[in-house]
């Protein structure tokens, strides 16, 4: 398949793989990029330590980098250490991209920006942004509630509107070649996959974790900001992350304030939850397409996969010409 992304970044498929925070490792990254896709380390909140150990295992097979851009503003050297290693793309979500673009620019490093509204969208396109990535609320991980169909249509018309040059990925529910060809059809050059990538066997989802959760259907998903309040990691209003739906997580969602009075207690027993990978408590970040999944897979095989399947959508639906 060739678009505008394939040739950007020399790739067989027009697939980039999420930078997902705490579960795209190195060794993930550089199986989608050895793949033909566009593999990417979740530099997440950041950490330098972690940041290099990860770029040292995906050794000489290039990789991305991705920030969660409010949270590199508190640690900007990140930046500069990510940089300094060339990653092929560097890929910014949920905050102004602005501040960090005359350094990337300045190291010749194509910029990603992810964005959940039109409104966002057209503040990236007026930055002259090389890709810019549409992710709907069906998303795995943090988003807002904005569905991926219309979204990605809507930011698709605003590009050719304006003669923009730049690309447009699709996120949010694809995970198979039905779904990148529908994004193809809405106008995107090529798409965004976390959630069929955390189930991969080279991502750093907790394993025991991983069988419960794929057999999971597409209903058992909610956003919500109980987890976060979990992990006491503090998200700017309007955000929420998709996460499995858990008993606990049932729980506690919409009852923030009940939470909160007894947050030191259920904080622990998150914590011993995630220790114990305890299924019904711990809610991994994973958007609907989960009721997609069956299995585990390598990341090779996903990529696969997805070319298999995008050709074989597109030769069914000539069917309807
Ligand atoms: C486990 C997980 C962690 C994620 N972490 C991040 C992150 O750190 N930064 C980011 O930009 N997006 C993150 N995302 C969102 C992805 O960039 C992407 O929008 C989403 O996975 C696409 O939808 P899908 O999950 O249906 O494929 C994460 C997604 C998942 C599933």
């Not at 640690?75 to 250490?81: A, I, N, R, S, T």
């Not at 040059?165 to 070649?177: E, R």
């Not at 904080?267 to 989960?290: H, K, L, M, Y």
Request: glycine share 12%; aromatic share 6%.
């Amino acid at each position: 398949m060739k678009t505008r992304l394939t040739e950007l970044f020399g790739l067989s498929t027009p697939v980039i793989q999420a930078p997902m925070a705490f579960v795209a490792g190195g060794a993930l990254a550089a199986a989608v990029s050895r793949a033909g896709g566009l593999g990417m380390i979740g530099g997440g909140y950041g950490d330098a330590d972690w940041l290099d150990a990860q770029f040292a295992l995906a050794g000489n097979t290039p990789v991305g980098c991705g920030f969660i851009s409010f949270a590199l503003a508190e640690k900007p050297e990140l930046l500069e250490l990510a940089l300094a290693r060339q990653p092929r793309a560097l890929f910014l979500s949920f905050a102004d991209p602005a501040p960090f673009l005359p350094a990337i620019r300045a190291a010749g490093v194509p910029v990603i920006v992810q964005i959940q509204s039109y409104r966002d969208a057209c503040r990236v396109l007026d930055l002259g942004i090389e890709v810019v990535v549409a992710q709907g609320g069906d998303a795995g991980g943090h988003g807002r509630s904005r569905g991926t169909m219309a979204l990605v249509a809507e930011v698709a018309d605003e590009i050719s509107r304006r003669g923009s040059p730049s690309i447009l990925c699709a996120a949010g529910g694809i995970a198979d070649g039905r779904g990148l060809v529908a994004a193809l059809a809405l106008g995107a050059e090529g798409v965004v996959i976390g959630t069929r990538f955390w189930g991969a066997v080279e991502s750093l989802a907790d394993r025991r974790l991983v069988p419960s959760t794929l057999a999971r259907d597409g209903d058992s998903t909610v956003r919500t900001r109980v987890v976060d309040r979990l992990r006491g990691i503090d998200w700017p209003e309007g955000y929420s992350g998709r996460v499995l739906q858990t008993a606990f997580v049932e729980r506690w969602h919409g009852d923030e304030a009940g939470l909160s009075a007894e947050i030191d207690a259920q904080q622990q027993r998150w914590t011993a939850a995630v220790a114990a990978a305890d299924p019904s408590i711990v809610a991994p970040f994973v958007g609907e397409a989960i009721g997609l999944l069956r299995t585990e897979e390598s990341a090779e095989a996903i990529i696969r996969d997805l070319a298999e399947g995008a050709a074989r959508t597109l030769a069914a639906l000539q069917q309807f010409r």
